[in-house]
């Protein structure tokens, strides 16, 4: 049910967010955290401020809206609180040598009042158009998938002097400063996977380098690169031509198992590119034995040697990166990362850590095992299975306390104009 109230929360719930009680200075603070974040694990359809706040008794608007846009509280401190919550217990702390993935993720906004908002290529829906993107940093272990930081890309048009505006960053800035983020607190990936926006980028290239990170990114096909057959003379070509000179015997069958079960034909040459030092592995993925054949083929590069990066290597580590897909997906659908009612940068920044702290507080609780013994019985082995066992237990509880406060429900109903009778 919609409905909930802050009274009838399982206590699981307000024992983790005490754990970020001393970063608020006032009791209001705290409270209307457990009010926003319980409103985005919520059954609300909308998760915007207005439905929240509606669909919880006892929780008001004005409130949730003051605390998002005007109380004095610190966003990149409660998502350093979030990361130690989940780095201080065993079954969910940082594993060395994790899979960083570098994204970004955009939505459509309509109007040009929201910070940020111009007309610019959204990931969801394929094409250009008006809206908001983000990037992120998100881990990946083997056994979670944890977004790590985040931040605005403001596009040019939103800015009162454009690209010479000292507030405009492109998106390789702000992933390299996301990164160094991660880097500081002492997280240092074994990996680092980028799609094309960055791998395609030299400069974004040498600068991960530079930090001694192995990465593996997407390339354009247009990208020419320097080889030397054997016996033959040392050429350049463009990486569409190289992979048009290659016989189809070059590409080696690996099956994939992601979401959707599927094989790529794959090879790795050795080559070197401009402005890189050394040489560098090149990938060629196609998703068929044939070049003829193939309606989609792939370019990628990696630093990591050569006796590493086979092809089979090259595309299974890659494959990884389907995780922040996931992620986006998730918190998106179930959580409201897309959905709020402000318009400036710190609030909207606010509203997306708070979405990380509920998709934090399902997988701290998915790992340690408190929703699979008290709310299911089943194994929880996706995002939606162990929050709807949370919904399960505040369903459970509110319908307790509705027992116990039917004329405050009543009241409640009625000042939504609405007769509970």
């Given amino acids: 049910?919609?409905?909930?109230?802050?009274?009838?929360?399982?206590?699981?719930?307000?024992?983790?967010?005490?754990?970020?009680?001393?970063?608020?200075?006032?009791?209001?603070?705290?409270?209307?955290?457990?009010?926003?974040?319980?409103g985005l694990l919520g059954e609300s359809e909308r998760k915007n401020l207005s439905q929240m706040a509606n669909n919880a008794v006892g929780v008001t608007y004005h409130r949730l809206h003051h605390f998002l846009t005007e109380a004095p509280w610190s966003a990149p401190e409660v998502n350093e609180r979030r990361l130690q919550v989940m780095n201080k217990c065993s079954q969910t702390h940082i594993s060395r040598g994790f899979t960083l993935i570098l994204d970004d993720s955009g939505h459509r906004k309509s109007g040009n009042f929201t910070e940020g908002v111009g007309r610019q290529y959204i990931g969801e829906i394929g094409k250009t158009e008006n809206g908001i993107v983000i990037v992120t940093t998100h881990l990946y272990d083997g056994s979670k998938s944890l977004p790590l930081d985040i931040e605005l890309y403001q596009h040019a048009s939103s800015l009162p002097e454009g690209k010479k505006d000292f507030e405009f960053k492109k998106k390789p800035e702000l992933g390299l400063a996301l990164i160094d983020r991660s880097l500081e607190r002492g997280y240092r990936p074994g990996i680092v996977l980028i799609d094309a926006g960055y791998g395609n980028n030299t400069t974004f290239l040498l600068e991960l380098e530079k930090r001694k990170l192995k990465y593996i990114g997407g390339i354009a096909k247009n990208r020419k690169v320097i080889i030397a057959p054997e016996g033959g003379a040392i050429e350049e070509k463009r990486l569409d031509n190289l992979a048009k000179s290659l016989p189809s015997q070059a590409f080696t069958p690996i099956p994939l198992n992601l979401e959707n079960k599927k094989t790529v034909w794959v090879t790795a040459i050795e080559v070197e590119l401009s402005r890189l030092e050394g040489k560098r592995t090149i990938a060629i993925v196609m998703n068929a034995s044939t070049l003829d054949e193939a309606s989609d083929i792939d370019y990628f590069i990696t630093n990591v040697v050569g006796s590493i990066a086979t092809p089979e290597w090259i595309v299974t580590t890659y494959s990884q990166r389907n995780w922040v897909e996931v992620f986006y997906r998730e918190a998106k659908g179930w959580l409201g990362l897309k959905e709020y009612q402000v318009r400036d940068k710190r609030s909207l920044l606010r509203h997306f850590i708070l979405v990380f702290c509920a998709y934090t507080f399902i997988l701290w609780h998915t790992l340690t095992g408190g929703l699979r013994r008290r709310w299911a019985n089943k194994p929880l082995n996706t995002f939606p299975?162990?929050?709807?066992?949370?919904?399960?237990?505040?369903?459970?509880r509110f319908i307790e306390w509705l027992n116990h406060n039917r004329d405050v429900f009543l009241a409640y109903k009625a000042s939504l104009g609405f007769v509970w009778a």
Avoid at 22 to 35: G, P
Avoid at 385 to 396: N, P, V, W, Y
């Fill in 1 to 38: 049910m919609k409905e909930t109230t802050p009274a009838a929360m399982p206590p699981c719930f307000d024992r983790w967010c005490k754990r970020f009680d001393d970063i608020f200075s006032h009791q209001a603070q705290k409270r209307e955290f457990r009010n926003y974040v319980g």
């Fill in 385 to 396: 299975e162990a929050l709807e066992a949370f919904r399960t237990a505040m369903a459970f």
